[in-house]
């Protein structure tokens, strides 16, 4: 079993930047995609993010040029770099790791972006 852990969610102000981690942890074998998601209040989950095991990466055209998706390998944790936040990012956000014939979410962390 695979659990994923997100931190780094919290309140920044408009223009400003966050850096959101997903430590994975469990038996992992093959990671075939990790990826962010987020949903606001009232709305679907959409996917933000994603990067494969092969490094491939993959981008919202609301966020692209201003996030960026990681990975460290030997931390099995990924990263989410949100810079120039918008209002209109603010959104709960999970980390969702498919591997293994399996398909894990963490619990979500907040993200606020409010002046």
């Known amino acids: 079993q695979v659990k994923l852990v997100e931190s780094g969610g919290g309140l920044v102000q408009p223009g400003e930047s966050l850096r959101l981690s997903c430590a994975a942890s469990?038996?992992?074998?093959?990671?075939?995609?990790m990826g962010w998601f987020r949903q606001a209040p009232g709305k679907q989950r959409e996917l933000v993010a994603s990067?494969?095991?092969?490094?491939?990466?993959n981008y919202a055209g609301s966020v692209k040029g201003r996030f960026t998706v990681s990975g460290d390998n030997a931390k099995n944790t990924m990263y989410l770099q949100m810079n120039n936040l918008k209002p209109e990012d603010t959104a709960v956000y999970y980390c969702n790791l498919v591997g293994d014939g399996q398909n894990n979410w963490g619990q979500g962390t907040q993200v606020t972006v409010s002046s």
């Open positions: 469990g038996s992992i074998f093959n990671i075939v995609v």
């Open positions: 990067i494969t095991g092969r490094g491939t990466t």
